[in-house]
């Protein structure tokens, strides 16, 4: 799964592919940054890195999508998927998005969602892209919405047994 964007300009062509082990502690910093900047979670880095390693090893859990610049991970998304027996197919979810602050706004984030939904649609065992996104990072709704995005009919519900939030 490798594609480089189109529209960029040539300083900034992003290269997207696959993520693999080499990559887990970029990943892995990537994940702690996004979770403080976007929830003000401080993760565990030692489960967090045990996490992002168990999916890099295992397809079967999902996969990561990086985005290079210059030769370095300044982007990423990690995928997992969903069974829909509505659908009679998976739905990817689109989890642990993380763009560097020096390569925002630069079309990092939409040459990973554009990746990804390519390949979804080029697949018949895929139903669709979901996503969940804080309620309160309305700065990443507007970015989903203009991908072409829209609010599901479902809220989320979940009892967390690793992660405690007050309220």
Known sequence: ?????????????????????ADAATITRFNAAMGRETEGILLDKSRLQKGVEGILRDPMKGFYLVAESKGEIVGQMMITREWSDWRNGYFWW?????????SRKKGVYRALHERIVTAGK??????GIRLYVD??????????????MK????????????????G
């Open 1 to 21: 799964m490798k594609a480089v964007s189109r529209g960029f300009r040539a300083s900034d062509r992003i290269l997207i592919r696959r993520g693999k082990p």
């Open 135 to 148: 309620r309160h990072n309305s700065r990443a709704q507007r970015v989903y919405k203009k991908l072409g």
């Open 122 to 127: 080029r697949r018949k065992d895929i139903c």
């Open 94 to 102: 689109i989890q642990s998005v993380y763009v560097l602050p020096s």
């Open 151 to 166: 609010n599901s009919n479902y809220e989320m519900f979940e009892e967390d047994f690793v992660l405690r939030r007050d």
